[in-house]
């Protein structure tokens, strides 16, 4: 028949060679062609549709079987065959009977409010920390970007700051807040400087990578400075600075859990520490999986604004 | 022709004055911190002025003890280096090959990567017998996650082009490992070694500062504890100076590793 | 009554220092171009044609000669007007900014240049589309739309702004030659409205003629004219216009000069410079 496609036909050894070639890049072959005209079909059956195609395939469950092998290798090696260091461990049963009981041994369950606590001071660090770097940080990676003699200015400045691990930072953090607010701010002033550094790399990358050409063509329609500043320099760096943004929150985290665990008063990373410290080895599985899960969601928050923000990017590319 | 050249010439500038700007920043900015110092700014007043610095850097230099910690820093930094190196790019090619692999530990991976290195580290500890052990194992864990990232993440973006005009010459599918898939990744293992390289000496100065007795950041924070505060900017620099040349040194051997990437 | 966009060239030359090589891209090249004339510039990639656009629009200086806009120098030896709205580029792989929408886009000059407020500038820009045929495509962005209607938006969004001159470089060089053909024919409909100093460049001899009321053949690098060809339809155009016995002997006529620059442009084998 005409309209069979080519590689139907032909031997099947062939097919299969290919088909196993394609396969060492793990070429996804099986994933459905878009529908051609997103505005005829509603949101709703579009997700559907994508949700059982996904449902019919075999990665959900691989999924699902990895993490529970995950689960099942720590449960066998720390509680069922009580294998020698391991042993040492807290197993996924005891802290989930601690995580889930009302009156738990070391006082940290879902049902305590201290736990919540804890979250929340971490999560509330982090959004200051996040805050002044976005607004601090932005600013002034658009302007690396745009003008080349701030750059030449600033950039030298920076570039030998970074390479100085955050963590570093704690004994003069602590020096220099020593008079106000001598608890919070060192700590928060930790995870702002991680996230600042991402965010303004970021942010110059993302003014670098405009084409020339958006430039060339706002000048010849009469843009001044400040059009072009907020109508091609501020937009065009967008995807840049929302990635910059979710790696600044992702070193953030890990920036102040450290800070925590070495001077802090509350907090996921000082429970952490707090826990080991204690010996109440159960929680600190408890506050490491919570601080994973509260890291994913924060990503993943920032990601969702950002392709919100950005519907105009090229959809064929996703 | 030779006129209009030097009017082009003048016109870029070139290079010195970005060389000359640069220069005035630092120099500024080292003046600025001296004169906070000495004139009791608010924040500025309490870390040690640069000529504090310097003088302390005579005394310290001469002192073998420093440069021990050096070498420890160094030593566990590229053991734990080397050993996710060793784990995570096979794994992340395997990974990219295998999609049973891939659907199997990505999602795992996923909910371990989000979990900061140094939340590892009292778990690290109860479970291995020293010390060094355990500061190299979260340390491998640091760069781990982003090595395979990378590398799994290359390895996909190769460009199927490459894969169909291998076959039609005939490869087989070893070929087409070694001779596309290795070559083609290797600029993401590059990168992935080079962002590992800087995740590393984060956390090997937190980790020694937690639960080391030696180490650059053993003595960065033994010096704050200890009253010496100019050995604590001198801590940070050496720091600094050793993760700036560690990702260098990776970027050098990248560019052996890849001369087709070299720019003209 | 001033003469509204009428372009003087005068020995003007272009030398490029890429790693100091003193490259001569263009070689006392000289034109003079009337109001409201489509003159089209032909010649093989690299020949130096895109300079000479870049330059009258303001973003490359020269380094000998001038360039006259209605008789006010906007290039020399020591100074190079800042690119504006007199003389408007629609570019080679488009620029039309991604991140605004079509209506945005088109109303963008007469926002900017402060001529009319917001609602206005999108109204003004909205009866646009409709008389060049592109209504109901306000609301989309320009990754959504086809690379024809994408050129005709571009088109659109330089003229609202009425410009002296406008400037093409190659501006349908990366479409199929299907799609070429009708966009060609809008962009001759928006000129028979305006009637502009036009400034095309191209590589691809049918467009020029069929396009140009005047074809310059430029060499190969150093670019200078080499040959003028007078096209002598009248206008309107259209495409059955491509077939007749006129439009081949012009074809003929020009098409020796400019093979023989494609062959040493070929042979020399350099690299394209911007």
């Not at chain 2, 990974?95 to 979990?115: D, G, H, K, V």
């Not at chain 3, 020591?78 to 886009?105: C, H, K, M, Y």
Request: proline letters at 6%; charged letters at 15%; a positive charge.
């Amino acid at each position: 028949m005409a309209d069979t496609p080519r590689r139907n036909r032909g031997c099947p050894a062939r097919r299969k060679r290919v088909e196993r070639a394609l396969s060492v890049v793990a070429i996804d072959t099986s994933r459905p062609s878009r529908p051609a005209a997103t505005g005829q079909i509603s949101t709703w059956s579009l997700s559907l549709f994508r949700l059982r195609h996904w449902l019919s395939q075999s990665s959900p469950y691989l999924g699902f079987l990895g993490v529970a092998g995950l689960v099942l290798l720590w449960y066998l090696s720390t509680e069922f065959f009580n294998v020698p260091r391991f042993n040492k461990l807290p197993g996924p049963v005891s802290v989930w009977r601690e995580f889930t009981s009302a009156s738990p041994t070391f006082g940290i369950s879902i049902y305590t409010p201290e736990y919540y606590m804890h979250i929340f001071w971490s999560i509330w660090r982090v959004l200051q920390a996040f805050f002044w770097a976005t607004v601090l940080g932005v600013p002034l990676g658009l302007f690396m970007g745009w003008k080349r003699t701030f750059r030449d200015y600033t950039f030298p400045v920076l570039e030998i700051v970074r390479p100085i691990p955050v963590l570093a930072w704690v004994p003069v953090a602590i020096l220099i807040f020593a008079g106000i607010a001598s608890r919070e701010a060192p700590v928060i002033f930790l995870a702002f400087l991680a996230t600042f550094f991402a965010t303004v790399l970021n942010t110059m990358l993302g003014v670098e990578s405009i084409d020339e050409v958006y430039f060339r063509a706002a000048r010849c329609l009469g843009s001044k400075s400040r059009h072009i500043f907020f109508r091609v320099v501020l937009p065009g760096a967008l995807p840049f600075i929302f990635t910059g943004l979710q790696i600044g929150v992702g070193v953030g985290w890990f920036s102040l859990v450290a800070a925590e665990m070495i001077s802090g008063e509350y907090g996921l990373g000082f429970l952490i520490w707090d826990s080991y410290v204690l010996s109440q080895f159960p929680v600190i599985i408890i506050a490491m999986l919570t601080l994973g899960v509260v890291g994913y969601a924060f990503s993943a928050i920032i990601r969702i604004i950002g392709s919100t923000l950005m519907r105009w990017t090229d959809r064929s590319a996703l | 022709m030779a006129a209009a050249a030097s009017v082009i010439q003048k016109r870029n500038g070139g290079f010195a004055p970005t060389l000359r700007r640069g220069t005035v920043s630092i120099v500024g900015i080292l003046i600025l911190w001296e004169i906070g110092r000495r004139f009791q700014f608010p924040f500025l007043s309490a870390v040690p002025a640069p000529t504090e610095v310097v003088r302390s850097l005579d005394k310290i230099i001469t002192n073998g003890k420093f440069w021990n910690d050096w070498i420890a820093s160094f030593t566990r930094v590229l053991s734990g280096f080397a050993l996710a190196q060793l784990i995570g790019v096979p794994v992340g090619l395997l990974m990219a090959m295998n999609r049973t692999l891939r659907y199997l530990w990505f999602p795992p991976l996923e909910i371990l990567r989000p979990i900061p290195p140094l939340a590892w580290v009292p778990t690290s500890i109860i479970f291995w017998p020293t010390t060094e052990l355990s500061i190299i194992f979260v340390i491998f864990l640091g760069a781990f996650f982003t090595v395979v990232l990378n590398v799994l993440g290359g390895a996909r973006a190769i460009d199927k082009r490459h894969i169909r005009a291998a076959l039609s010459f005939g490869s087989k599918p070893r070929d087409i490992f070694w001779k596309i898939v290795l070559p083609a990744t290797m600029p993401s293992i590059i990168t992935g070694m080079a962002v590992g390289m800087g995740v590393t000496w984060e956390v090997v100065v937190a980790a020694e500062m937690i639960a080391g007795k030696s180490g650059l950041g053993y003595f960065t924070w033994a010096s704050y504890v200890g009253g010496n505060y100019p050995q604590i900017i001198i801590g940070m620099v050496s720091i600094g100076i050793a993760g700036y040349f560690s990702s260098g040194a990776i970027r050098l051997i990248g560019k052996f590793a890849t001369p087709w990437q070299r720019q003209i | 009554m001033t003469p509204a966009g009428a372009i003087n060239i005068h020995n003007v030359s272009k030398v490029y220092d890429p790693g100091g090589a003193n490259v001569l891209a263009v070689d006392n090249c000289s034109m003079d171009i009337a109001p409201g004339e489509f003159c089209v510039i032909v010649g093989p990639s690299g020949c130096g044609k895109t300079t000479l656009l870049n330059a009258i629009a303001g973003f490359h200086e020269i380094t000998g000669g001038e360039i006259r806009l209605d008789g006010r120098p906007i290039c020399t030896r020591e100074f190079t007007a800042e690119p504006g709205a007199d003389r408007i580029v629609v570019f080679q792989n488009g620029a039309l900014f991604p991140w605004s929408t079509v209506l945005n886009n088109v109303a963008y000059g007469p926002v900017v240049q402060g001529a009319a407020s917001r609602p206005e500038a999108k109204q003004k820009a909205q009866s646009l589309l409709s008389e060049l045929g592109l209504s109901g495509i306000g609301g989309r962005y320009p990754n959504e739309l086809s690379s024809g209607m994408r050129r005709r938006v571009e088109i659109a969004r330089a003229l609202i702004n009425e410009p002296k001159v406008l400037l093409l470089d190659e501006p349908f060089r990366a479409m199929d030659a299907l799609t070429k053909g009708v966009a060609q024919e809008f962009l001759l409909q928006a000129y028979d409205r305006v009637r502009k100093t036009v400034f095309f460049i191209t590589h691809d001899l049918e467009e020029a003629i069929f396009l140009a009321d005047r074809v310059l053949v430029m060499t190969t690098r150093p670019g200078r004219i080499k040959q003028t060809l007078h096209v002598d339809f009248g206008r309107p155009r259209n495409f059955k216009m491509r077939a007749s016995k006129q439009y081949l002997a012009l074809k003929t006529q020009v098409f020796e000069a400019v093979r023989e620059e494609a062959v040493s442009a070929f042979e020399a084998g350099e690299r394209e410079l911007a």
